[in-house]
């Protein structure tokens, strides 16, 4: 840059932006200030009606005027698009971000591709969050009809954005509802449409909204009425959908009662023994028989073949008492018909010498009878099971633990440690202690030995000695019963 004048050391300005949002104002002051040769460390950034602080208090807010001859700067269409949406974050420092960016990639032209770089993960960070809040927008506003002094119907919605976006999401709105009358009403300011005309308005107050509308209390029956408890999941609902939106939806006044209700009916689901499928099967073999025609999921509807539990068969649970419950059979475990007989089997056999548990006292079977997998050329590769899957298969578990009666489940696994609880625990939480079952019996989990089996290293190593001292605390628990019952 031999030909840009030179700026003393001395030298710095504060750049006032007029707007928050106005990504064109930073792009003309950014390309003089850049023409100039200012370094980014020798400017500072206001918002409207902000200040850059003390130590640019004296500052000259008039930019620099480059040579005559000075080319325009050149950067990548990449960093303009992404600068755009970053210039509509809250954040006060975006503005000396980009800049700073836009310095540097005059030496490095290919830096916007290093995420690596702690600026660029910054931009990338600043224009997600646009991005979400920019979704968030345009799936929770809601509009709520106000009748003029005319008798036309305006319809009037409150919102209130993280970040600059309403300007950004005019076209979506006046798309839209391109025949609506309508008004958004945000603390950043207002839009106005009346059919042709986008009109921008000073912020508002959530005073000046609507409470409500006549409509509202049939949108509120529509959504309860596609309310699916069986797919519930809080968290990833709140996550999607912060309280923060809530006030501002009709229908979210009814959500406390419908989660309440859900988790209500799953309760009883527990209570009862997870999916009722009639009468339960006596023996065994009888479970063994109807697992082979069960097509109540759409694992069992694939090309698969059902794998029973195996173990002594007397109603005592055998010598240990023990029963062992693992996700679902694998790709051996499949073709074989038996369970763990694959590598996870192998290391599961291993360690349960060394725990002084004997497997073939035990009864060992799955939470999922059926493999469930995705094909890879001529590979079947394992997938997980979903919630509703292992809760569909805990009929068959359930059976299968009423006539093994054992004094203590060993559940490996979190889709283990569900179908035998009809919830998902956190498996770091619940190893090491004893879970009531409500029948006398006992609930152990510790990790699936599949889970060892992709950890290298030192991670691998000290994952398995965890798993070694769970099963050693389980065959301990198991001698404490057989003193106890007095074998």
Excluded at 411 to 420: E, H, K, T
Aim: hydrophobic share 40%; charged share 25%; with cysteine.
């Amino acid at each position: 840059m031999t030909a840009l004048r030179h700026v003393q050391d001395s030298d710095y300005y504060v750049v006032p932006m007029a707007t928050s949002d106005d990504f064109e104002e930073w792009r003309g002051h950014a390309r003089l200030l850049l023409m100039a040769d200012v370094p980014s460390d020798r400017v500072a950034w206001t918002e409207p009606g902000g200040s850059a602080g003390d130590l640019f208090s004296l500052g000259d807010c008039r930019l620099p005027a480059p040579d005559g001859e000075v080319p325009q700067p050149r950067v990548s269409k990449r960093f303009m698009d992404i600068a755009r949406i970053v210039l509509l974050n809250s954040d006060i420092t975006r503005f000396s971000l980009l800049y700073r960016v836009l310095w540097r990639l005059q030496t490095k032209p290919r830096l916007i591709e290093d995420m690596a770089d702690p600026d660029i993960r910054a931009m990338a960070d600043m224009a997600r969050a646009v991005r979400r809040d920019i979704h968030k927008m345009r799936a929770f506003l809601r509009f709520r009809m106000v009748e003029e002094e005319s008798g036309a119907e305006h319809y009037v919605a409150w919102f209130e954005p993280y970040h600059h976006i309403l300007r950004h999401n005019s076209g979506f709105f006046t798309r839209r509802f391109a025949n609506m009358r309508w008004s958004i009403l945000t603390p950043r300011g207002s839009l106005h449409w009346d059919g042709e005309i986008l009109r921008e308005g000073p912020p508002a107050t959530r005073a000046d909204a609507p409470g409500g509308d006549p409509a509202e209390e049939l949108w509120r029956s529509y959504y309860a009425s596609i309310f699916n408890p069986a797919r519930l999941k809080v968290g990833a609902m709140l996550k999607e959908m912060p309280r923060k939106y809530w006030k501002n939806m009709p229908e979210a006044q009814l959500i406390p009662d419908l989660i309440a209700g859900a988790q209500a009916r799953e309760a009883a689901m527990v209570k009862k023994g997870a999916l009722d499928m009639g009468e339960r099967p006596d023996t065994l073999e009888a479970i063994g028989q109807a697992i082979h025609a069960c097509a109540r999921c759409p694992i069992g509807e694939m090309h698969n073949t059902a794998v029973m539990g195996e173990g002594p068969r007397d109603a005592a649970g055998g010598f240990s008492g023990l029963m062992i419950v693992g996700e679902q059979p694998g790709d051996q475990e499949d073709l074989q018909g038996r369970p763990f007989v694959g590598p996870a089997g192998h290391l599961l056999d291993n360690c349960l010498v060394e725990a002084g548990i004997d497997r073939s006292a035990a009864y060992v079977t799955n939470a999922v009878k059926h493999f469930k997998y995705a094909q890879r050329g001529k590979r079947r590769l394992h997938e997980t099971p979903t919630a509703r899957e292992i809760d569909t298969c805990r009929w068959w578990v359930e059976s299968e633990r009423k006539i093994v009666q054992p004094k203590l489940v060993l559940a490996m696994g979190a889709s283990a440690a569900r179908a035998m609880l009809g919830r998902t625990v956190s498996v770091a939480k619940a190893r090491g202690q004893a879970l009531p079952l409500g029948d006398g019996s006992e609930l152990w989990v510790t990790v699936h030995p599949s889970y060892l089996l992709r950890l290298d290293g030192e991670a691998r190593v000290q994952q398995e000695a965890f798993f070694r001292n769970d099963l050693s605390a389980v065959a301990k628990r198991l001698a404490e019963m057989s003193v106890s019952a007095g074998l």
